[in-house]
């Protein structure tokens, strides 16, 4: 006779009803390159054209609207000569209040040198280092003070202070320069490149610009740790209603938005934690936008970073 089932066998075997596999979540559509990218080239290839007819048309004529350069707005400081340099200044600055750094990724001629510097950089296969440091943002800010500030500080603050408490330290400094008592109109000159600097003086400033500020401080290193006009726009930027926001119902956080960012910026983790981009070295270039696979980004008014 058959023996009997081994009954402690018989409950090692339970039958399983097997479940189907559950569908995986729809994954974003692999990183692909910025639509921004020729838009925003194409913008700064009309910004500099700009300012070649500039050029012309001074020589040209001998005379011609004052440089459209915001250092020229030194200048207005120290002499009260109003010229385009500061009004573009000061436009520039309202432009920031309300858009954020728009200008910056879109309008500024040192910009498009490291674009087309890192751009160059990648085609040849040179990869950068970036160098990181704590102290690198408050370069901006200090060059800041020093161009536009110091000079009103000197001579409004520290001079009558030395006249009265050590005025041998104050004839030791010499003439300084004025604080304006008036404005007068400098738009348009005759000598357009006397404050310019030599073509020896600009090209190796341009190469440290370009090459060597991409390959150590990374894409738009400049214009994060070492632009004068940085350190305004920053502060600036950081009360302005203007930035990147985020749908979250269509995020998932793939990161998308950072590998493509050349402004240094966390794109990814700002928006998890914000709801919105709050890095004022957001220059809007709008890289992000483009390659969210969800378009779950987008150019918006919302709350300043500073709320």
């Given at each position: ?137 408050l370069i901006p ?11 009103t500080l000197l ?102 938005c950072t590998a ?48």
């Amino acid at each position: 006779m058959p023996s009997p089932p081994d009954q402690t066998d018989a409950g090692r075997h339970v039958p399983l009803t097997v479940l189907p596999s559950p569908t995986p979540p729809e994954r974003g559509r692999r990183l692909g390159h910025s639509r921004m990218g020729r838009r925003r080239a194409a913008v700064l290839i009309a910004v500099h054209l700009l300012i070649l007819a500039h050029i012309i048309h001074w020589l040209a004529t001998g005379r011609t609207l004052s440089p459209v350069e915001p250092s020229e707005s030194m200048e207005t400081i120290e002499t009260g000569l109003v010229n385009a340099g500061a009004i573009f200044f000061l436009l520039a600055i309202l432009s920031t209040l309300i858009f954020g750094r728009f200008f910056c990724g879109w309008g500024c001629h040192i910009v498009a040198l490291q674009d087309l510097c890192g751009w160059l950089m990648k085609k040849c296969g040179v990869r950068p280092v970036p160098f990181r440091s704590r102290l690198l943002p408050l370069i901006p800010i200090i060059l800041a003070f020093y161009m536009f500030l110091w000079p009103t500080l000197l001579k409004g603050v520290i001079e009558p202070a030395l006249d009265t408490a050590w005025p041998a330290a104050r004839a030791a400094l010499g003439p300084l320069p004025g604080v304006p008592t008036e404005f007068r109109n400098e738009l348009v000159q005759e000598d357009y490149w006397a404050t310019f600097p030599t073509i020896a003086v600009a090209i190796p400033f341009l190469l440290i610009c370009g090459f060597a500020t991409v390959y150590f401080l990374g894409a738009k290193g400049f214009c994060t740790y070492g632009c004068p006009y940085g350190g305004i726009f920053s502060p600036v930027d950081r009360i302005a209603p203007g930035r990147i926001i985020v749908d979250h119902d269509k995020c998932e956080g793939c990161g998308h938005c950072t590998a493509v960012c050349t402004s240094n910026v966390r794109v990814h983790e700002e928006v998890r934690d914000y709801g919105a981009v709050v890095d004022p070295g957001c220059m809007k270039c709008l890289d992000c936008v483009s390659v969210c696979p969800k378009e779950a980004l987008f150019l918006g008014f919302g709350a300043p970073a500073i709320a």
